[in-house]
């Protein structure tokens, strides 16, 4: 749950948060899947339950899954969670707001081999489907990119009205990036920086300092070519199993990107589990 814990103080950090009440109680503090002949099913219950589900399937099977959260940000999908004395100061002021997600079932069969592609096809179109049949906030669709890895993306809000709409997710966005050799992590502070002079909307680089983005250098670039192209690109350059999660404050408003390692939940041989990397890049 590290790399989740990392997003959770991302977001709760940025100046000008109003403070809000804890939720976590309410919650599960990881999705649970339970396995039952040839079937699994996955229990979540998170104010973004979607993705914890498929963060505990990441982790189960050691699968590499791009994340993008659907922009929350009307009254049918936020729910409000400001501090009671801070709400009893400021009766008419704004306050903090989380997604309004809460339990989430998923069921699907169990892959016979984790590293089979069309297998953990079949999950994930299975777990969104279930998915977006709920009430919780945002639709989703799996999107395959150019290298076979897979990414979950938000493409549907309620509006104002409670009705449903199409968005167009952040990093579709066509940008035009100088094609020159950079590290990793400037070519990624780049794309953002990019992005944000074509939207307006402001991406936080959440992640840990990282010598590997440091040290690996990448010559990308080009003239309109979608954002999450060039962070594929990006993240390629370093031949490690690299994913992201990008994820939607409506308070600030920012977004916020953060990316880890692929890993896979093992046993410790103590009776605990530990959390192994995943040796292999994308999909064959």
């Known amino acids: 749950m590290l790399n989740r814990m990392r997003v959770i103080a991302a977001l709760a950090f940025f100046p000008g948060l109003i403070p809000s009440q804890s939720i976590r109680a309410q919650y599960l503090d990881h999705a649970r899947i339970q396995h039952s002949n040839s079937w699994a099913t996955v229990v979540a219950n998170d104010s973004i339950p979607l993705f914890q589900a498929i963060y505990a399937v990441r982790l189960e099977y050691g699968w590499q899954i791009n994340w993008e959260s659907a922009p929350s940000y009307s009254r049918f999908d936020l729910v409000d969670v400001t501090d009671s004395e801070w709400r009893a100061a400021h009766p008419y002021e704004k306050g903090a707001t989380r997604p309004s997600g809460g339990l989430f079932t ?11 592609p069309d297998a953990e096809r079949l999950v994930l179109e299975k777990l969104i489907q279930e998915y977006n049949a709920t009430d919780n906030p945002g639709k989703y669709v799996l999107r395959v990119d150019s290298d076979g890895q897979f990414t979950v ?14 968005i167009r997710p952040l990093l579709d966005t066509p940008v035009t990036l100088a094609k020159e050799p950079r590290n990793v992590h400037d070519a990624i502070k780049s794309i953002l920086s990019t ?7 402001k991406v ?5 300092s990282s010598s590997l983005f440091m040290t690996t250098q990448v010559t990308m670039g080009g003239e309109r070519v979608p954002a999450r192209e060039l962070l594929r690109q990006a993240l390629a350059a370093t031949k ?5 999660g990008l994820f939607f404050n409506p308070d600030v408003p920012v977004y916020v990107l953060n990316v880890s390692p692929a890993m896979k939940a093992e046993s410790d041989g103590h009776g605990g589990e530990r959390l192994a990397p995943v040796d292999r890049v994308a999909k064959p």
């Open 106 to 116: 998923g069921t699907f069969p169990e892959p016979k081999e984790a590293s089979d």
């Open 195 to 201: 992005l944000e002079s074509a939207t307006g909307r």
């Open 240 to 244: 490690q199993p690299i994913q992201y």
């Open 153 to 166: 993306v938000g493409t549907r809000v309620r509006g104002e009205t409670g009705a449903l709409q199409e």
């Open 204 to 208: 936080i680089f959440a992640a840990a």
